[in-house]
């Protein structure tokens, strides 16, 4: 493939391809490891920021329990006498103070009675108290920063205990709940809003009966204030949400609330990434960590899903989506500017091996000349290369090489004219001596003239190969050859097959069978009446493409006489069944029918010298390839 290009383009191919072909290699190698080693920092990044994340929401959720269970060992005790629940704000108070992420601890009795300490969300603290189980009015009033009632901020509202999803829920299920996430806001002048949850105990009696349910409740507006801090980018986000995708906390501005008082679910969200984040997390069932790089509008992200709350008894999933350029960015850069580099340095290497190429060049040039000169037959060519030391030892072994071979061919043409003229003498003197004792005999006169007829058709072979050469004897030719003496038009003959050149071994071998098949149809066969036909072909049989097939030979009298018993069983024909393979390794085999014979043989094709079907092209193959006629 690569001769049919010049050096002068092959040179700088060769050097510059491999040269590319590394620079690409190395630079996509390095990219792809450092791809690999930034996934996996970023996943580790990831996992801390959920490990930070999931460590502030675990402290979060377990202290409204904690409180719960504080509060019921103190009503248990009589601390917090649920009689009079007007002397419970003091106490309820200091703990707000002290848990800082508590928004609201409110008690609920079974008779409908209730009361609560909230932390608004406009900074204020209030105390909110339902004395009688009856009424349907709740008085409250804001406290000072010592918790003292402020009696004048009092003001009353219509509440039902019953009706409060932190009491109904604990009540209903009989044991300690979470409400569904809410929107928490409050106070006076401020249209702050943030989430809340609250977390319901119920306390029964020995008998079974309940006393209430104490409740606290949390917001969730410091855990957003800590996902703000976490660094994740440009377009990178945290978000804390329910298993169904309701938005409880963020890094982002992104609004909690709709515009209709519901909480923000992502799937809705007009952002696309966090819209897509929404269902993501919708079709996320499993319980484990879930990390996969996911596309949105043509734009690759981190994503890293865990559920957090689990031992608390919340169904939460913290969710975090990172851009990879945030990552891989310099890396993409990094690997544009080796490509480029390499790219400059197969150039440089192209301009370099050019101009050694376009140096070597011209001897070569100059050497091809003067080799097909030497092709040619021009011998007596010298060849003087220059440039290098090297062109001159090659072109000064060249020149011996042809003075050798100059010398050889002549010694060889002579010998070849001398033992051409030889053989042709013995021939002659042999096929005179055969007509003599045939002329001169009066018994065995068959035997004779068949004798005379094989040397005729040997001699007849011997100088075809003569006139051919080294190329062989077409197979064509020595059928017509050898036949000729014994048909009466050359249409009693027809030939069919592809071009074979048998080998000179192999030609005298098959010269002999030819000429016995036709001496027998002239004496017995086909060729013995006006009208008798011949039809002669053969095929290759070669599967394997490799020349080591067969060439399968038929010779078949279709226009004949039917056999007698000295045609079948005469020496002619054993002769010819033994002969093929003993001398070239064939088989042979003769069979008779109403027409006459056939007779069919197979000849291992390494007795044939094939041809390329361009006889005159520049390339040659070992073997060739044996054409059509």
């Not at 704000?89 to 609560?116: K, V």
């Not at 290369?385 to 043409?413: C, D, F, P, W």
Request: aromatic share 8%; glycine share 8%.
């Amino acid at each position: 493939m690569t001769s049919r290009f010049p050096i002068n383009i092959m040179a700088p191919l060769l050097i510059g391809i491999p040269v590319l072909a590394l620079g690409i290699w190395l630079s996509m190698m390095w990219n792809h490891e450092s791809r690999i080693a930034v996934a996996e920092l970023a996943h580790e990044k990831i996992e801390q920021i959920h490990e930070l994340a999931a460590l502030k929401i675990h402290d979060m959720t377990t202290m409204p329990p904690m409180i719960c269970e504080l509060n019921e060992d103190l009503i248990r005790d009589g601390d917090l006498d649920t009689s009079d629940l007007r002397s419970w704000h003091p106490r309820l108070f200091d703990e707000l103070q002290a848990f800082e992420m508590l928004s609201s601890i409110t008690w609920g009795s079974e008779d409908g009675r209730g009361l609560w300490v909230a932390r608004y969300a406009d900074g204020n603290f209030y105390f909110d108290l339902k004395e009688n189980g009856n009424s349907t009015v709740m008085n409250e009033w804001r406290l000072n920063e010592n918790g003292t009632i402020i009696e004048h901020t009092m003001h009353r509202f219509e509440w039902d205990l019953f009706s409060r999803p932190w009491y109904a829920t604990p009540k209903s299920r009989g044991e300690a709940s979470w409400t569904e996430p809410y929107l928490w806001a409050g106070g006076d002048q401020t249209d702050k809003t943030t989430v809340g949850v609250s977390y319901g105990l119920p306390l029964y009696r020995e008998d079974g009966s309940l006393i209430g349910v104490i409740d606290a409740d949390f917001q969730l507006g410091d855990l957003a204030e800590f996902l703000k801090t976490i660094e994740t980018g440009r377009d990178g986000v945290v978000i804390l949400s329910t298993d169904d995708g309701q938005l409880l906390a963020a890094s982002n501005e992104i609004p909690f609330s709709d515009g209709d008082g519901v909480l923000q679910h992502l799937s809705t969200a007009d952002d696309v990434v966090i819209a897509q984040m929404g269902v993501l997390v919708e079709e996320t069932v499993s319980s484990h960590d879930v990390s996969e790089t996911i596309t949105i509008k043509n734009k690759s992200y981190y994503m890293h899903i865990s559920p957090v709350g689990e031992e608390q008894g919340l169904d939460w999933q913290l969710v975090t989506i990172i851009p990879t350029n945030a990552f891989i960015g310099n890396i993409e850069a990094h690997f544009r500017q080796s490509m480029f580099l390499s790219i400059a340095a197969v150039i440089f290497v192209v301009i370099i091996a050019s101009a050694m190429a376009r140096w070597l060049l011209n001897p070569l040039s100059t050497l091809i000349s003067k080799l097909k000169l030497v092709g040619e037959g021009h011998l007596d060519t010298k060849v003087q290369l220059g440039t290098a030391k090297e062109y001159v030892n090659l072109g000064a072994a060249i020149n011996e090489m042809t003075s050798s071979l100059h010398a050889s061919q002549s010694r060889e043409q002579f010998l070849r004219r001398e033992l051409d003229h030889r053989v042709k003498n013995m021939l002659a003197e042999i096929l005179a001596l055969c007509r003599q004792a045939a002329d001169r005999s009066d018994t065995d006169r068959k035997l004779l003239d068949d004798l005379v007829s094989q040397v005729a058709s040997l001699t007849g072979v011997h100088d075809l190969l003569g006139k051919r050469g080294a190329e062989g004897l077409h197979l064509r030719e020595l059928i017509d050859s050898c036949s000729s003496p014994y048909v009466q038009s050359n249409s009693q003959i027809e030939k069919e097959g592809p071009v074979a050149f048998i080998k000179p071994n192999a030609a005298m071998c098959l010269a002999l069978v030819t000429n016995e098949l036709a001496n027998n149809a002239r004496k017995y066969g086909a060729l013995s009446i006006e009208n008798g036909l011949i039809r002669t072909s053969w095929s290759i049989d070669d599967p394997n493409g490799d020349y080591s097939g067969v060439l399968k030979w038929t010779w078949e009298e279709v226009r004949g006489v039917a056999p007698d018993g000295k045609y079948k069983n005469g020496f002619g024909t054993q002769m010819i069944e033994a002969i093929i393979p003993y001398e070239i390794s064939g088989t042979a085999s003769i069979d008779f029918n109403s027409n006459g014979l056939l007779f069919t043989a197979t000849i291992p094709l390494n007795c044939f010298i094939l041809k390329n079907e361009d006889d005159d092209g520049d390339e040659d193959d070992e073997q060739g390839t044996l054409i059509n006629d």
